[in-house]
């Protein structure tokens, strides 16, 4: 079936209904139809050295990647690997077990092809989560396990809960991803300051030789950014992502705006862009740099990479433009490196720094 035609069935339900389905579908399929997802992956997985890289000790074997939110319990693992997606963040996951903030908490923005959610880090918690992992893991591809901090637990005591969720996965996970810059858990983004970024790492990296992933709002002005991402960096983070999703309401204008949660897609492309050029410009060769935000096509994903990021990750495209996005995007990156004349896309990460 045509996406636009399953798209629009999956439209007539509420975003976070749509959602279910659509992972009940990516659970169930190989079960109800073995070999389904070895036909998937046939279809979408696209094998090139050329978008091949080794980071931090890992292979990518291509530079796309599903961001934190979409596989919060990592239930879906193998069927995003079918579809041809070079990592995978899961969650944000926290020690307890949650059910996020109330309903409804997840809406389309469709004429803008974004999304707005305020979910709230609903997930099992990191027992069941981890044992789930820990069936698969070494897993085919890089795994990143998003973690935050419990709704319950108030910011004086939240570095307890990054150390235990750090110890819990840091023999299941490839790279930790710290959240700390969700606007959907009250005065999270609290945490995005000096003093607690210092003492996070300086905590963290005595507890794992794992990689860990700093992520930042795209919010904060910029002084602040680059100032924040130092101090990860120096504390010792592998890698920055930027960014997070954006409370900036003033970027959308469609009727279904809400005055709560964070908006990803199109509406942000233009400001994640610009923020991650103004961290590149000052991080670039320091850090892995990892793009994220309104990133639906391989035009813009290679932008960032020429940009400096090594990585992008996308979410909304995924809902926008269906399963297929990640083989769309590879193809189209090949087509831009074959154009540039590069021989793998680590030629092409960085080019346009201070352009």
């Given at each position: 079936m045509n996406y636009n035609n399953l798209k629009t069935i999956f439209f007539k339900f509420q975003p976070e209904t749509a959602h279910a389905i659509a992972e009940c579908a990516m659970v169930y399929a190989d079960k109800i139809f073995p070999g389904s997802m070895s036909f998937v992956a046939n279809k979408c997985v696209v094998?090139?050295?050329?978008?091949?890289?080794n980071l931090f000790n890992l292979v990518f074997n291509n530079p796309i990647g599903i961001a934190g939110g979409f596989d919060k319990n990592a239930t879906m693992l193998k069927p995003l690997?079918?579809?041809?997606?070079?990592?995978?963040?899961?969650?944000?996951?926290?020690?307890?077990?949650?059910?996020g903030n109330k309903k409804p908490r997840l809406f389309r923005l469709i004429e803008e092809e974004s999304i707005q959610n305020a979910m709230g880090f609903n997930n099992e918690g990191a027992k069941k989560i981890a044992k789930r992992v820990q069936k698969l893991y070494p897993f085919v591809i890089p795994l990143f396990a998003n973690i935050g901090k419990n709704k319950v637990t108030p910011n004086e005591n939240a570095l307890e809960d990054y150390e235990n969720l750090t110890k819990e996965f840091s023999d299941i996970c490839d790279a930790f991803v710290i959240n700390i810059s969700s606007p959907n858990t009250l005065n999270l983004r609290d945490l995005q300051n000096v003093e607690f970024v210092k003492e996070l790492?300086?905590?963290l990296t005595s507890i794992t030789t794992k990689p860990i992933i700093f992520k930042i709002a795209p919010d904060m002005d910029d002084e602040k950014a680059v100032e924040i991402c130092k101090t990860a960096v120096e504390g010792g983070a592998s890698g920055v992502i930027i960014n997070n999703t954006s409370v900036d309401y003033s970027l959308s204008k469609s009727q279904n705006l809400q005055n709560f949660g964070g908006l990803s897609g199109k509406v942000i492309t233009e400001k994640s862009r610009r923020l991650f050029k103004i961290v590149a410009d000052e991080l670039f060769g320091k850090t892995v740099l990892i793009a994220s935000g309104g990133i639906d096509s391989g035009e813009e994903a290679y932008r960032r990479i020429r940009m400096g990021a090594n990585l992008v990750q996308i979410y909304t495209a995924f809902?926008?433009?269906?399963?297929a996005v990640c083989r769309y995007i590879n193809l189209e990156l090949l087509e831009l490196l074959e154009r540039d004349g590069f021989a793998n896309i680590s030629e092409a990460v960085g080019i346009d720094i201070g352009k």
């Open positions: 094998n090139d050295a050329r978008l091949q890289q690997t079918a579809l041809g997606f070079g990592h995978i963040e899961f969650g944000t996951l926290t020690p307890k077990p949650q059910s790492f300086n905590r809902i926008f433009r269906g399963p």
